[in-house]
């Protein structure tokens, strides 16, 4: 009886010291991970603020172009008013150019 009696223990033993060991790499992965959130964190936030810049840059690019792109139309519709206007003999409007 007494040998069962001193066969047990090592397993509690084992088993004490598994849950030990375990609980231990809990908690270093725990504060592992506590040290790297805050890098993550500003590594996150430098590349949203890096992707809200070309965000603004892409929309000011495209306005540039739509207002390029619009610049032969309303210049030709400023033409033909010019030209309907000296056709149909405007009195009260007078060109930019003073002609």
């Known amino acids: ?10 397993i509690g033993r084992t088993g004490d010291i598994r849950h030990l060991i375990q609980e ?3 908690e270093f992965v725990s ?9 993550y964190k500003i590594e996150l936030e430098e590349e949203r603020r890096r992707r809200e810049a070309l965000e603004r840059k892409m929309n000011e690019l495209v306005g540039k172009i739509a ?6 139309r309303r210049l030709s519709a400023a033409q033909r008013f ?4 000296n056709a149909s003999g405007c009195k009260n409007w007078t060109s930019p150019s003073g002609r």
């Open 82 to 85: 010019v030209r309907n206007c």
């Open 1 to 10: 009886m007494d040998e069962s009696k001193h066969d047990q223990a090592p």
């Open 31 to 39: 504060l592992e991970q506590a040290k790297s959130e805050p890098a």
């Open 67 to 72: 207002a390029a792109e619009s610049l032969p």
């Open 24 to 26: 231990a790499v809990r």
